[in-house]
């Protein structure tokens, strides 16, 4: 079936998934968030009823299905008031790594846990030196004996303290050229010589972020994630769906703000006449319904093309995808605010917190400048510029 018009399959996901997430809504999400609690309770029942491991192998405890389905479950989520971050981390980039490169036996240990919401795993990618450049990246793996160590720091890690473990990037030496290249590793939370620190953030979540140190970490050979010649194949395995769905993040954020200013503005009437009749109310909230609308399809041809196997075009579809939601989320939670007036920024309808949360997706996995940097370069063949 065309990827622009959903299969039956799908729409009962979506119906699914919706269902769900209303009986836990907004306010049990925001209560847990600000008391900095985690949403455990609807990790739990979302596990069990299979939605977070929908994208991994049926053998290991799966749905078998792909990227595309778990977008539609955090889209799901996010539109009714529950935006569950570790979706992105968990399932979608460990997941997808361990399942696509991962030994048997680095199957048989993660993924069952990651299907059914049993186990968590977090992603060490970003430091406080490379940014956007994972070329820079710090964290050092190498050789002792039959072990690897760890050493390096990153920063703006979600949901370490709630993670069983956390599938770090590092560099090791490729032992013909001598230059450095990306790996990936497995490292347990209780590992000697990890440790971890909160970052205070203005954000209304439920997953804290957090500064890492790696001090010589010792780790078996079994905690390298396939081959350590693979290089940047591996390391984009995982990003690109992570792009994918942190678009399904702030697109289930915007849907959950545009609902509220609906309703709001059916309802709130000033001289006698509902405000959304007014243009000055409904044109802005009808564009901003046009852009959702509009990235959330970049988004599923995103997905669609990862799901094939096509990774150089899901490369450039899921850039182009998180950009344009990222745009699009804000916006609306914007015009959303605006149109509540003073009630916008009140608790009670939670709207505010939303301009933060959205704003993630302008500056999160990757900034909007660095994914224009790359349309630019890929996809029009002008110059690089840096």
């Not at 009140?346 to 909007?368: D, F, K």
């Amino acid at each position: 079936m065309s990827v622009y018009i959903e299969s039956p399959e799908h729409q009962a996901l979506r119906r699914a998934v919706g269902d769900l997430a209303r009986r836990y809504g907004a306010e049990y999400f925001q209560t847990k968030a600000r008391a900095g609690e985690p949403t455990d309770e609807l990790w739990a029942e979302a596990g069990k009823l299979g939605y977070l491991g929908v994208n991994l192998p049926a053998e290991y405890g799966g749905g078998g299905a792909g990227i595309a389905e778990l977008a539609i479950v955090l889209e799901e989520l996010g539109a009714a008031g529950c935006p569950l971050l570790m979706l992105i981390v968990s399932p979608a980039i460990c997941g997808t790594v361990i399942a696509r490169f991962g030994t048997e036996q680095q199957k048989q240990r993660w993924l069952p846990g990651l299907s059914d919401g049993s186990r968590r795993m977090a992603f060490g990618i970003t430091e406080p030196d490379a940014g956007s450049n994972s070329h820079r990246i710090g964290t050092i793996a190498r050789r002792d004996g039959g072990d690897w160590l760890l050493s390096g720091r990153k920063v703006f890690i979600s949901g370490i303290d709630h993670a069983d473990a956390v599938l770090f990037v590092g560099r090791t030496e490729d032992a013909v050229t001598g230059k450095l290249k990306p790996a990936l590793f497995i490292v347990p939370r209780d590992t000697p010589g990890f440790e971890y620190r909160p970052i205070p953030m203005e954000l209304v979540t439920a997953e804290r972020q957090f500064q890492v140190f790696l001090d010589d970490v010792r780790l078996p050979a079994e905690a390298l994630v396939g081959d350590e010649n693979a290089g940047l194949l591996q390391l984009f395995a995982g990003l690109n769906p992570e792009r994918i769905m942190t678009a399904a993040f702030t697109l289930g954020i915007a849907r959950q703000a545009l609902n509220t200013a609906v309703e709001y503005a059916k309802t709130r009437t000033v001289w006698d006449t509902p405000i959304g009749a007014h243009q000055g109310i409904a044109h802005p909230l009808a564009q901003c319904t046009i852009e959702v609308e509009l990235a959330r399809l970049m988004m599923q041809k995103a997905a669609h093309l990862y799901d094939a196997g096509d990774d150089p075009a899901a490369g450039e579809a899921a850039n182009m995808a998180k950009y344009a939601a990222g745009e699009a989320s804000c916006r609306a939670v914007d015009q959303a605010v605006q149109t509540l007036g003073g009630n916008g920024l009140s608790q009670e309808y939670g709207l505010a917190a939303l301009l933060t949360a959205t704003r993630v997706g302008r500056v999160a996995p990757v900034s909007r400048e660095m994914i224009l940097n790359y349309v630019a370069q890929h996809t029009l063949g002008l110059p690089r510029s840096y």
